[in-house]
């Protein structure tokens, strides 16, 4: 018998519409409105392709997240949908929308949430899909980072009059006020109005980092690519360090493993260029909509960056002012924040554009303490390349793809924020990760306009202020309940992938979890028509990806006894990422087992000799190992 390896986007869907149907809306739905839904999502494909999954559901699941937020009613109209006789929801899943909404589309008093969870999972399954993106999406991409800096242009003129007028207010601790002022009273309550926030937001990050010395880091590379095009080990091999770091960072200090390092490659040291290279333009897939634009960095700009990047991470989270408000590597605080504020209303979610594109250096410059200039300066990219080779100049601190677009983003944010939050409760109240943001409902629209005053884009089609839905750091929430849908990513694929593997026996456990036990089974008789039998949790203590209900049996793997762990063990398929050895002089990799062991050594001379004394033999690793990124395949082993 030949086994049926494709597996059919809309089957996924319907399978869903059918768990929906038999487990929670027995009593109130019926076989016949099942039926015609299902058949209406097979004809769709049929006609608009998978775009009906990934792009059209997608446009109503957002017109419905609007309308549970209470921008405006539902209608299903202007997304292409038929309506109901004498109501505004589509006629399209609206055995499930009449549960939610008055027929004129507005949210009933009590809405169905399960019947919510349903409608975002059949809306939103296929959004983030990696399909291949068309020419025309990358233009658009490409032309939309374009013109965020030509909007910065306008940007730093108005961020140039506030910091004139508060190098002003400084040198004589009181502005006088100007003729103009006269003329137009409104103009200087605004002026001064902001000119009081950047005051306060001054204060707030010179606290935070009074005793910050951006000397102190360890620098380190990150695990993506660089402008530069090093690659493992070759990293580590300097052959150009730009003149502008090592202005601030010196060579024989920072890129070297200690004096003894310099002295003896010394004449390799001589060649080592001090050209300033730029950042490059890459693409990488995002979602339906097209791809995401990242800047990579030259390697020796990289290597500072992470530096900097650990040794304000560690500092923000641990300072008092900012270790309840900022987060870097928790998104708890937000996702509860968010469930919360569907509950009670208490609390608004806020979504930032191009956030990391819009926080400017000017901005930057205007808010930050003087003193971390230097370091930040020295550690930026002041240019990236399009893809069409085209060089362009960055008016924005950082683009995606440096390590510290994430850390100046969210304090810049924070710093705004706070500074003109009018009470102590609303300021211990904002909540900061990355572009995710929460403050209290009262003082949304006052956030989103400060925002916006100094450059910051606020999205607030996404952004949630009124009604019961919000949405922060992964979590979408409705009436305390968490909404968020299963949002399948890897594109399958009939041959047997490692990623394929992996990702699909996920979705199929979190479907699982959301008791869509149809689309569960289906999915998983797909995997197994490829990969033979999958190993259930049971067998598992989660070192292998395996299935919440698996029909394989212990027979169908070999197991055998770990006499010396005293244990049970199978052989199961594993992904696994091959290891490359490159062996490299010495000095280059004890420079590595320094930045990147679990104990790193600080690379300052007169700190090292006694720092190599914490070292345990737990602590070391293969220096000369590497893994290959993106190259992983499926291997059978014990476990």
Same mark, same amino acid.
Not at 91 to 100: D, K, N
Not at 414 to 440: F, K, Q
């Given at each position: ?410 304090? =810049? ?6 500074? %003109? /939050?009018?009470?102590? #409760?609303? !300021?211990?109240? *904002? ?111 989660? =070192? ?6 698996? %029909? /394989?049996?212990?027979? #169908?793997? !070999?197991?055998? *006894? ?78």
């Amino acid at each position: 018998m030949v086994l049926n390896k494709s597996l059919d986007e809309h089957i996924v869907i319907e399978h869903i519409l059918y768990d929906a149907h038999v487990s929670w809306s027995r009593d109130y739905f019926n076989a016949r409105a099942l039926r015609l839904t299902r058949q209406k999502v097979r004809d769709r494909v049929r006609s608009e392709g998978l775009g009906f999954l990934s792009k059209t559901l997608p446009r109503l699941g957002k017109c419905l997240d609007q309308a549970l937020a209470g921008e405006h009613k539902l209608t299903g109209a202007i997304h292409g949908f038929d309506t109901m006789a004498g109501s505004e929801l589509p006629r399209f899943l609206g055995e499930f929308f009449s549960r939610v909404f008055q027929p004129s589309g507005e949210v009933l008093p009590s809405p169905d949430t399960q019947c919510v969870s349903v409608l975002r999972q059949v809306l939103y399954s296929y959004y983030k899909y990696e399909l291949p993106y068309t020419e025309a999406q990358t233009q658009q991409v490409i032309s939309s980072f374009i013109k965020t800096e030509d909007d910065l242009i306008h940007v730093d003129t108005s961020l140039a009059v506030l910091h004139g007028m508060s190098t002003e207010f400084n040198r004589t601790r009181r502005r006088p006020m100007a003729a103009g002022d006269l003329k137009d009273p409104q103009w200087h309550i605004e002026q001064s109005n902001q000119l009081r926030v950047v005051r306060e937001a001054r204060i707030l990050l010179n606290e935070v980092f009074a005793l910050f010395d951006g000397h102190d880091i360890t620098p380190r590379h990150g695990p993506g690519v660089v402008a530069t095009k090093q690659r493992l080990g070759a990293k580590f091999v300097w052959t150009n360090v730009s003149h502008r770091i090592t202005d601030v960072y010196p060579f024989d200090a920072y890129f070297c493993a200690s004096t003894g390092h310099v002295c003896d490659s010394y004449a390799e040291f001589k060649l080592v260029t001090d050209t300033d290279h730029s950042a490059q333009v890459l693409l990488v897939p995002k979602d339906s909509r097209g791809p995401r634009l990242i800047s990579c960095e030259p390697v020796d700009f990289q290597w500072i960056q992470q530096g900097l990047r650990k040794a304000i991470y560690e500092l923000v989270e641990t300072h008092p002012l900012t270790r309840y408000n900022v987060f870097f590597t928790n998104q708890n605080p937000n996702q509860c924040g968010a469930l919360l504020g569907s509950l009670n209303g208490k609390y608004a979610t806020l979504d930032l554009k191009e956030a990391s594109d819009r926080v400017s250096v000017s901005l930057v410059h205007l808010l930050f303490p003087e003193h971390l200039h230097r370091f930040l300066d020295a550690s930026r990219s002041v240019s990236t390349v399009l893809p069409n080779g085209e060089k362009l100049t960055l008016r924005k601190f950082a683009p995606m793809g440096s390590a510290l677009c994430f850390p100046i983003m969210a304090l =810049t944010i924070w710093a705004i924020l706070t500074a %003109s /939050a009018p009470d102590a #409760d609303t !300021r211990e109240s *904002i909540l900061v990760y990355g572009d995710d943001v929460i403050v209290p409902t009262a003082f949304a629209v006052s956030a989103m306009n400060i925002l916006e005053v100094f450059g910051l884009k606020i999205n607030r089609t996404k952004s949630c202020v009124q009604g019961s839905f919000r949405e922060s750091c992964g979590v979408d929430a409705f009436k305390g309940e968490n909404v968020t849908p299963v949002r399948f990513r890897t594109v399958w694929n009939e041959s047997p992938r490692p990623d394929v593997y992996v990702s699909w026996i996920a979705y199929a456990n979190q479907l699982y979890d959301k008791r869509l036990y149809s689309a569960y089974n289906y999915i998983v008789s797909k995997l197994e028509a490829i990969y033979g039998p999958i190993p259930g949790d049971d067998m598992s203590k989660k =070192t292998y990806p395996s299935l919440r209900s698996s %029909s /394989a049996r212990n027979g #169908d793997f !070999r197991r055998r *006894i770990n006499h010396k762990l005293q244990k049970l063990m199978y052989r199961v398929r594993v992904e696994s990422s091959p290891s490359v050895t490159q062996v490299l002089p010495g000095w280059n990799m004890l420079l590595r087992f320094f930045t990147e062991s679990s104990n790193p050594v600080p690379l300052r001379p007169d700190e090292y000799r006694s720092a190599v004394t914490r070292f345990t033999p737990d602590t070391a690793f293969a220096v000369s190992q590497y893994t290959k990124r993106r190259t992983s395949i499926l291997v059978w082993r014990w476990r």
